[in-house]
């Protein structure tokens, strides 16, 4: 864990359920004073808490993190995403000095009448050039997310979670058949999506815009 952290500028936690977070890994960055962001719900009655690095959840503004001590200024959107109505889920969208934009979107998902994430879902690529896109592969309507953001590459996440039991797994052949949802049409589209396995890299090259 402490060789992870290491190779590390800082942590994004998208929101509070147990197998997105660690404290123990929390604690090993904010050791090492490498900023955690989170949303506010994780850790609130925790002296960890005031350690917490807590953006505003706003579409549209570019804010400034420091890292790496101070010597490099990273640029951020954080996206004020839920996983459903109860459950505050931030989605980062990080510019990096060498120029690629990266957005890992925890467990984005509205559902039934909650719907409201999509008011700047839809907007993203208006706004700001994507290269990543990490979206959960179970999410409703990851084909919409998909064309909102308009990312040069798709790597979904959360496919074959360990961290959840066995019937919830989610596994590669199961996202449309199994979960009855439209990732075909995004498979089907001409966006490139690559589904990883662990342990897998991805040689990005950047697209020049
Ligand atoms: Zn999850």
Redesign the pocket.
Known sequence: MKRFVKQCDVLFISHK?R??IDKGVAQEFIANEKPVVAATQLWEDDPIFEKITHLKREADIKQTLQIQNGKIKLEVVIYPGHQMSGTLNNVPLVFTPEGISVSQM??QINEGDFMVDYSWIDNVAKKYHVDILLP?CWTNELYRIVKGFNPELVIPG?EN?L??PVDDRVPFWGDTKFLELTNDDLYRSDYHVIQMTWGESFHYIPVKK
């Open positions: 359920h197998d997105h925890g467990d959960p959360h979670e961290g959840h």
